[in-house]
């Protein structure tokens, strides 16, 4: 008989960071995902679920899977940076009142850089273990042995030598989340860092049939470059090792569906958007334990934000049909990787 181990169908949540932005209308009020779950008789499997982002959200993958480890067996970090790092000390940021977004764009990134200011990184990538390790002992964050046995895949675009490489956050910092994961991990085939890709900052996927995505060497809105790679699948294959490629035939458009997030209302900039995705195929319905992978754009990743970019073609995205906008959730290449095969195994 098959089970998910042979034949892996996986249930995506494609969540949004709102990041000061206001949410956008929608027609009706989408349900929540314990509503969806309770609908199409959803069930997850504990000991399966997974985390990745890109930019900003690979920043905040990590941050969630070390600080939930015992919950979240992988991660997939494209472009992003180690374990607390806006926290790290540095003597570029001795203002406390500035000091995290000091961090944030000047040594865990070339944001400063790129507004005329400097690039003071990489932080100190031993902070990251000890900040982890006090964590842990003070009952703030999970014990770290949820990280001995983590899977965990790394993405930078290429050595700063090459052309085109990440000019946003660096290589050095990226390979920081490598040096982190390997302090703790009990096999070191556990963690992958793949350097060999020349690629701007973006996501890269493999194919662009609406034409909508960036070249590989772009900077700029979507952030979705077509690379000839497709990140997303590598990242899931690697989390999920046992799980058989799908064909784009598999792709069901009804399977792809908003939910309603919370936004605290006094402060909407810490909080996620008013509205997520999630992919569930059919195989995952009606009562069969399926994998979870939770995927976290970057900050000019929103709809929003998305619509009010130009498009290469002329115009701006939000011209463009929606079907043929380029969102994450639909061209970051996620959901053409979780429906099963079309003829599993046994």
């Not at 997850?44 to 600080?67: C, E, L, N, T």
Request: with cysteine; charged share 15%; proline share 8%.
């Amino acid at each position: 008989m098959s089970t998910w181990r042979s034949r892996l169908a996986l249930a995506v949540v494609l969540s949004s960071v709102l990041m000061g932005l206001p949410a956008a209308a929608h027609a009706a009020d989408p349900p929540s995902l314990g509503s969806i779950k309770q609908r199409d008789g959803i069930v997850i499997a504990p000991d399966q679920i997974s985390i990745s982002g890109i930019s900003s959200g690979g920043f905040f993958a990590v941050q969630y899977h070390v600080a939930h480890s015992s919950e979240v067996m992988g991660v997939g970090v494209v472009a992003g940076g180690p374990y607390h790092c806006a926290g790290s000390w540095s003597w570029v940021c001795l203002n406390p009142f500035a000091h995290d977004a000091g961090q944030a764009t000047a040594v865990c990134s070339r944001f400063a850089q790129k507004a005329g200011g400097l690039y003071w990184g990489p932080p100190d990538n031993d902070y990251a273990v000890k900040s982890a390790k006090d964590e842990a002992k003070s009952g703030t964050i999970d014990p770290l042995d949820g990280l001995r046995q983590a899977r965990v895949w790394i993405f930078t675009g290429g050595p700063e030598t090459g052309a085109p490489h990440d000019t946003l956050v660096p290589h050095d910092v990226a390979a920081e989340v490598a040096y982190f994961y390997r302090q703790f991990a009990s096999d070191p085939n556990n963690v992958t860092f793949v350097d060999t890709v020349p690629a701007e900052h973006a996501m890269p996927i493999a194919g662009d049939g609406a034409g909508e995505a960036g070249a590989c060497a772009f900077f700029g809105e979507p952030y979705i470059n077509d690379c000839h790679y497709a990140a997303a699948g590598e990242l899931l294959s690697f989390i999920y090792p046992k799980r058989q490629q799908v064909s784009r035939a598999s792709w069901v458009e009804g399977n792809l569906q908003e939910f309603r997030q919370p936004v605290d209302a006094a402060d909407a900039g810490l909080s996620m958007n008013a509205v997520g995705h999630i992919y569930v195929p059919d195989a995952c319905k009606h009562g069969q334990a399926c994998p979870l992978h939770i995927a976290l754009h970057g900050c000019e990743q929103t709809k929003e934000a998305v619509d009010a970019a130009n498009a290469p073609g002329g115009g701006t995205f939000g011209d463009l049909p929606p079907e043929k906008r380029p969102y994450f959730y639909r061209l970051g290449g996620y959901t053409r990787f979780t429906s099963e095969p079309e003829n599993p195994s046994d």
